[in-house]
């Protein structure tokens, strides 16, 4: 699903961010990247989404090589992936399902199918009766709920997730791995970035660990 | 499709009721502008309209000695339906032309008792084609029927027409100076309203960039929301114009009669008004492309 072959990225002159960066994951895996705080966990993921664009090296995803990528044909790559944010994006002046269907709109969603998918990804994530609250008067594991909610709106292939728990004490955190987990138990390729070496563990999937921008361990 | 644009236009709309001042103050202001535009449009096509009109009943008099015989006269007159230039000849008997000034000084007529023998000349009055109007032409014709035995004089006002002609083309040039000058103006300060919209909804627009939005659905409605303060701009303007003409026409007709008729209860002709709120549309997608193309990376 997704191919990264010898990837380099260094911002400005002599900041490198990634180094030599071999990492295939294939359709339907679960997988951790683990590492401190600028390992290089976060451009991994912003570079499969082509937030960003690679220094040097080819990255495929789902089949396309999104270096040589087009502009124009960007926007038509992201709708097919969803990303959660660690800042988790929400926007303050609309509703938790106002939230989710602005995602239906510019995926082109009709409006009734729209309104079923936001039932429908609330339902998975258990926010159904948070629908109609703004995120800001939702606690931290209930906002990132949203953001997950909100990148699985259109069904993505890939879901990425960046520090997903971050943000929340222990317990919560556990909950949003089981979360994470399940949606790739339902077929989604799940990329998960975290500092949080012992949840990577716990969670018991292929983690790739990340130091300085090169990968220095894989497990298993 | 539909759904599509009529979204686009509710986003442009909500857009613009949350600029608030900022856009009420794009929108009056392109409204000034418009109306400035405006004013020298209409003054062009006044006097466009009074220099068309005087040109039509542009007359040129060649006035007779009393002695003139009738042989004189009816050759005259031959020569000149020979000529090119002259539309239509009239003539005016001394008469004719003592009943035409008692008109003219009516309720003064007592000015003429005094007069005994009728003063005043019996005359041809032609009419000159319009391509025969200008000054060298008028001096040629002037100078050839001069020459004519029983011609006393000859008049016309050329000169006025020629003013009128520079006047009315002095305004255009300077209205389209000027309008050029606002155009900018207004499409700078539509992109500074634009811009604000954008930074007010610099979180709206990464999220939306980030889950796959195109550049163009980004862009659409803000382009929309420009387009729109430009029209509603120039139809405050047209509106003002109208207005103040409905309130002023009627005592400027009054006062001064060589206001043209012509162009009298429309002022601006439906493709004009037409053509200026396209126009304020055009200033206002440009103001938005301005700041679209240097805030909006996408």
Known sequence: MIQMYHVYKTYGKDLEALVAVNLHIQR????????????????????????????????????????????????????????????????????????????????????????????????????????????????????????????????????????????????????????????????????????????????????????????????? | MLRKLRQISADAVTNLIRSGWGGLASIATIGVSFLIIGIFLILALQFNALVAEWREQFQLSVFLEDKITPTQLEILEKRIQNEAAIKSVTFITKEQALAGFRRELKGQESLLEGLGDNPLPASLQLKIREGHQSPAALERLSAFLSRHEGVEDIQYGQEWIERMSNAARITKLLGIMIGSVLTLGSALIISNTIRLAVYARAAEIEIMRLIGATKAYIRAPFLVEGMIQGSLGALLALSLLFGTYRLVAPTLMLASPLLSTRTGQGILEPSMVAALVGGGAMIGALGSSLALRRFLKI
């Open chain 1, 28 to 220: 339907g895996e679960c997988v951790f990247l683990a590492g401190p705080s600028g390992a290089g966990k976060s451009t991994i993921l912003r570079l499969i989404f082509r937030d960003e664009l690679p220094t040097s090296g080819q990255i495929l995803v789902n089949g396309r090589n999104v270096v040589r990528m087009k502009p124009r044909a960007v926007p038509h790559l992201r709708r097919t992936l969803g990303v959660v944010f660690q800042d988790f994006k929400l926007l303050r002046d609309r509703t938790v399902e106002g939230n989710l269907a602005l995602v239906a709109r510019i995926v082109g969603m009709p409006t009734l199918e729209g309104r079923q998918r936001v039932a429908q990804v609330l339902k998975l994530v258990g926010l159904s009766h948070k629908a109609k609250i703004v995120p800001y008067k939702l606690s931290g594991g209930e906002q990132q709920r949203v953001a997950i909610a909100r990148a699985l709106m259109n069904d993505p292939v890939v879901l990425l997730a960046d520090e997903p728990t971050g943000n929340l004490d222990a317990e919560l955190a556990v909950d949003v791995i089981r979360l994470l987990l399940d949606i790739n138990a339902r077929g989604t390729t799940v990329v998960v970035a975290t500092h949080d070496l012992k949840l990577a563990e716990e969670a018991g999937r292929r983690t790739v660990f990340l130091k300085k921008g090169r990968i220095v361990e894989e497990w298993p």
